[in-house]
């Protein structure tokens, strides 16, 4: 079984900054891209960052020289470092992983819970 699970989340004010972080254990054998997404009160979710197994990143236009995605495979952790945080950054967000849990088989995608941020004026 494989979990993800996030934290770092909370109220900021505008202009500040956040870190997240996202733990993934569990019973697996490689983990390739990571990503976080979020998801505000009554919009679909959206991809916020993603990174390759050897830390290629992208990001969504609305991220682009705010955040910064990054991973330390040996703690199996991705992180997203969020500055100049501005109200519209308001929603939960979630950590992606795409995981293999058994040499052979397809890796999966796997959902952490979410945490919430908060960005007020």
């Known amino acids: 079984q494989v979990q993800l699970v996030e934290s770092g989340g909370g109220l900021a004010q505008a202009g500040g900054s956040l870190r997240l972080s996202c733990v993934a254990s569990?019973?697996?054998?490689?983990?390739?891209?990571m990503a976080w997404y979020r998801e505000a009160p009554g919009k679909q979710r959206e991809l916020v960052a993603s990174i390759t197994s050897g830390g290629t990143p992208k990001y969504a236009d609305s991220m682009k020289g705010r955040g910064t995605i990054s991973r330390d495979n040996a703690k199996n952790t991705v992180y997203l470092q969020m500055n100049s945080l501005k109200p519209e950054d308001t929603a939960v967000y979630y950590c992606n992983g795409l995981i293999r849990t058994q040499w052979g088989q397809f890796p999966k995608f796997y959902w952490g819970q979410g945490t919430q941020v908060t960005v007020s004026s």
């Open positions: 569990g019973s697996f054998v490689s983990i390739n891209d």
